[in-house]
């Protein structure tokens, strides 16, 4: 046999790529309130909760009372992403690797959507006329980080749904709550066995329910956080919180000629995000050891 038989050997490699663990898309997007834009930057207005006031005489003069209108801006900013592919990569891969690079990309879009999201919740929020006055998140929607329980508790969302309750928002919006993976595990360590509240909190980490307490869960690891020790969990009525679209995600996958006619993968979106109600937000404070 001749020796330089081995030229002939081929390496074999596996023909599947497999994604890396990662957040598969906005976990937010629908639940928030979602409005199309056109222009960098879009006027939403809001009229307040008006006092009617009582009638004390015949034939009095018709009262002229102002009735409560406020405004939120919302600024559009851009994202995009690009690869390519050479056709020789492909040879050497024996493999085409141009969906799973699509995948990617647009769950990286999904992810920089829930970014702006959160960002937003306790974010500056830009009201009036204009949209040049700085509203600022109020400390009085804030559960603080509590002792002896310092994370995520029961009563600490029973106070997140009592803030909303006393500002009177509407009881038939949704309501949700985003955390981070170390929450749950505090409420199911704070339950005991013989607790009412274990069977129902065991059920929501296993994934069996996803409402506790009116609050649906959302299970989140871009939550920020303070000095990296206290999560800011966001808890929210649905549309307390606005996603502005200017360009939804769009892809083009195609060859480039002037790059030796590989195949690139772009993807692109203009999105914006705003606290659309100070009173429709909560945050809660949970230390993270």
């Not at 939403?44 to 009735?67: E, F, M, N, W």
């Not at 992810?111 to 929020?125: K, L, V």
């Amino acid at each position: 046999m001749s020796s330089q038989v081995t030229t002939a050997f081929v390496q074999q490699y596996s023909s599947n790529v497999q994604l890396l663990s990662q957040q598969k898309g906005s976990l937010f997007r629908n639940a928030v309130r979602v409005e199309s834009q056109v222009g960098k930057n879009a006027f939403y207005d809001q009229v307040g909760s008006a006092t009617a006031q009582k009638r004390l005489s015949r034939h009095a003069d018709t009262p002229q009372l102002d009735t409560p209108h406020a405004r939120r801006r919302v600024s559009l900013v851009d994202y995009e992403y690009a690869d390519l592919i050479d056709d020789q990569d492909k040879v050497r891969t024996l493999i085409d690797p141009t969906s799973p690079y699509s995948q990617a990309t647009a769950f990286a879009m999904g992810r920089a959507i829930d970014d702006e999201i959160i960002s937003a919740a306790f974010g500056t929020a830009y009201t009036g006329e204009t949209g040049s006055t700085s509203t600022t998140f109020p400390a009085g929607q804030v559960v603080s980080v509590g002792s002896p329980v310092a994370g995520l508790s029961i009563a600490k969302l029973v106070e997140a749904k009592q803030l909303l309750d006393e500002a009177n928002v509407d009881t038939t919006l949704p309501r949700y709550v985003a955390v981070a993976p170390e929450q749950l595990a505090d409420l199911l360590n704070i339950t005991t066995v013989t607790s009412s509240d274990y069977n129902t909190v065991k059920a929501l980490v296993q994934g069996e329910i996803d409402t506790f307490l009116g609050f649906k869960f959302i299970v989140s690891t871009r939550l920020s956080s303070e000095s990296g020790v206290n999560r800011r969990v966001i808890a929210w009525a649905e549309d307390g919180l606005l996603l502005s679209i200017g360009k939804d995600i769009t892809a083009k996958i195609d060859e480039r000629a002037d790059k030796g006619y590989a195949t690139q993968v772009y993807y692109a979106m203009s999105i914006g995000a705003t606290r659309m109600e100070e009173e429709k937000v909560v945050e809660i404070k949970c230390r993270e050891d």
